[in-house]
């Protein structure tokens, strides 16, 4: 089958002409181009699909450019197939580009295409008709990408992404520390050692009673511990009710933290608890 299209662009031969060597504008300019990858610089290998009647075929095409004459002309060949339609093609594309008025420039195409397998039984008239309508569309890109000045949408970028777009959306989340607990007023947590706070300062019994219904502190002295890795959290040391603080005990594989808070400092440790347990720092 041979086909010979005309088209006249509102450019230049020497931009339609590097318009038509990039990879990029030409995958976004054929109609069911998926991609291009360039093995050298005469050579590529692409992607393609169509729908011709009832039959959706995928062509991985090799075109080689075999002779050029920059910009008035280029001669390219190339073959493709798809097994699971049990279809291949062989082609054979000759481009020209010549002046037009106004600065603009005459592109004709002659293309003479071999289709073999099951696509080949199909009547001329019905390739024909495909043919044209690729041209048409393909044509409708290539001076939209001339006239706009902006590349065609491509599978690798969408249209209107911008290079702020691309930063931030290549950003990754970076991995978060485990939380530091915050200083307690006038007394920081010390570690594996507790340190009650002063018989001369007074409790505070708001903060107790509300770590009470959270972790069953019970207030005759002694510890209740309810089942799991909560248990472990809360801790009271004997005597007087001005001597009572929190023992909190973190075990992370093979070592053990453990931390002394005021009772006065109460609402803090509940924070930094809900902190660590936020973050997912494993407990045993």
Same mark, same amino acid.
């Given at each position: 089958?041979? @086909? ?24 976004? !300019? ?21 729908? @011709?009647?009832? @039959?959706? %075929? ?17 001669? %390219? ?28 420039? &005459? ?47 491509? %599978? ?23 939380? *530091?607990?915050?200083?307690?007023? &006038? ?11 002063? !018989?001369?300062?007074?409790?505070? &019994? !708001?903060?107790?009673? %509300? @770590? ?71 407990? *045993?």
């Amino acid at each position: 089958m041979d @086909i010979e299209k005309t088209l006249t662009v509102a450019a230049p031969r020497e931009q339609v002409w590097a318009l038509l060597l990039d990879p990029q504008v030409m995958a976004g !300019a054929v109609p069911g181009m998926q991609s291009i990858d360039v093995v050298s610089p005469t050579e590529y290998a692409a992607v393609m699909h169509q729908k @011709i009647a009832f @039959i959706s %075929a995928r062509f991985r095409l090799r075109t080689r450019i075999v002779e050029q004459r920059a910009p008035e002309y280029l001669c %390219a060949e190339g073959t493709g197939e798809d097994a699971s339609v049990a279809s291949s093609l062989k082609q054979r594309t000759e481009v020209f580009l010549t002046p037009a008025a106004e600065g603009g420039t &005459e592109l004709r195409i002659r293309v003479s295409v071999d289709l073999l397998g099951r696509l080949g039984t199909f009547g001329l008239s019905v390739m024909k008709t495909k043919a044209d309508r690729l041209w048409d569309e393909f044509g409708a890109n290539l001076k939209a990408r001339v006239e706009a000045g902006a590349a065609l949408p491509t %599978a690798a970028e969408p249209q209107g992404t911008t290079l702020p777009d691309r930063q931030a959306a290549s950003a990754l989340p970076q991995a978060q520390p485990l939380p *530091r607990p915050p200083q307690p007023p &006038e007394k920081s947590p010390q570690l594996a050692q507790a340190k009650p706070p002063s !018989a001369s300062t007074p409790p505070t &019994e !708001a903060p107790v009673a %509300a @770590i009470d219904s959270h972790a069953g502190l019970q207030s005759g002295g002694t510890v209740a511990r309810p089942g799991g890795w909560w248990s472990r959290f809360w801790h009271r040391t004997s005597g007087a009710a001005g001597s009572r603080s929190i023992r909190v005990e973190v075990r992370q594989r093979d070592r053990t933290v453990s931390v002394e808070w005021p009772v006065e400092a109460a609402d803090q440790c509940r924070e930094w608890l809900r902190e660590l347990t936020a973050s997912g720092t494993p407990l *045993r």
